[in-house]
């Protein structure tokens, strides 16, 4: 048996149980993983309300690091003692060992830790496909990225700064502003007190960005499009106030023939050589030292109800791991 995060309903934080759960043996294409770190991201707060739909009762939890215990037939991608990590479903992480899909996991290189690697898998793939695929960025555009003292806006802002690309970050609070400004964002805004378009026109002299990288979605979502120059990009990855309210295209073609997508990791690692390739940009920055990934909240796996009362109240800063 082994200790997990189980929840049976949907709700609020009190619907997480930390429960003793049959673990088994791996099916074929399946691997044993027992866990040194697991991951913490939105997207679980979004299943476990029920935002997104998952059959119940289910797991939490969608990355995580440790050592592959044991591989079922016509594992290929790893074996017994190997050092990986992995972001992606279905759901579970949230769990001391678990078995899941074998093509889901990538040998972290000895040089990144299990506490890293738990850390940065979600949150790193995501900035490097909306970096390097979304929209291929080059030194010199200018985009404004929202929620930039978040683990994914940290990451970004580190990684934005070793393109040479100009990032403006939002946040909602000056010690935020300092922690994003710390980490490369060319000019920081604090929303609570300023008016993010009026500044993005000062700071561009009225010239708007090329994209708009947007996770908080109702709250920001028009703002957004109004920071966008004529045949600028929307990128929309996320919904943290609630999701995007219906808009007409029409919108769009007042604003200058603008773009819009809703991409997802899942759709870009969709294909195992997609994502080796992907992990291999995220892993080499990481090695590199350009980008540092920030844990600035640990938990214990038995606490994963707090530390989803500290993500949800915006308490949180950089990443947050799960510690069996």
């Known amino acids: 048996m082994a200790k997990a995060i189980r929840i049976n309903r949907t709700g609020g934080p009190e619907v997480m149980e930390y429960v003793d759960v049959e673990v088994g043996e791996p099916g074929p294409g399946e691997a044993r993983v027992r866990h040194a770190a697991c991951g913490i991201n939105f997207i679980d707060v979004y299943f ?9 009762p289910a797991g939490l939890g969608m990355e995580g690091a440790g050592v592959v215990e044991a591989v079922g037939e016509g594992v290929t991608e790893v ?6 990590a ?9 769990a001391e060992v678990r078995n899941l899909p074998s093509a889901l996991l990538l040998r972290l290189p000895d040089a990144i830790s299990f506490e890293t690697g738990a850390a940065m898998m979600l949150q790193g793939l995501t900035v490097q496909y909306l970096f390097r695929r979304t929209v ?3 030194r010199g555009d200018t985009i404004l990225f929202h929620a930039a003292a978040g ?7 580190q990684w934005a700064r070793a393109l040479g690309v100009n990032m403006i970050g939002t946040v909602g609070s000056d010690e935020k502003a300092a922690l994003a400004k710390a980490a490369g964002c060319s000019h920081v805004i604090n929303y609570n007190t300023e008016d993010f378009v009026a500044r993005v026109m000062e700071i561009t002299n009225g010239e708007k960005v090329s994209v708009v990288y947007d996770s908080i979605g109702k709250d920001t979502f028009t703002k957004s499009l109004d920071c966008l120059r004529p045949l600028g990009m929307m990128v929309s990855f996320g919904s943290a106030s609630g999701p995007v309210p219906d808009f007409s295209l029409a919108e769009l073609a007042a604003r200058g023939s603008l773009f819009i997508t809703r991409p997802t990791l899942f759709s870009y690692a969709a294909k195992r050589a997609d994502l080796e390739a992907m992990a291999a940009d995220l892993f080499a920055v990481v090695a590199s030292g350009d980008v540092k990934i920030d844990i600035n909240q640990t938990y214990k796996l038995a606490d994963a109800a707090q530390a989803h009362i500290d993500l949800e109240s915006r308490k949180t800063t950089g990443s947050s791991i799960l510690v069996p």
């Open 151 to 157: 683990g994914v806006g940290l990451i970004a802002s």
């Open 48 to 56: 476990r309300t029920g935002l997104y739909p998952q059959p119940l």
């Open 86 to 94: 992995y972001a992606g479903r279905p759901n579970g992480a949230y």
């Open 136 to 138: 291929p960025l080059k």
């Open 79 to 84: 074996a017994v003692g190997d050092r990986v």
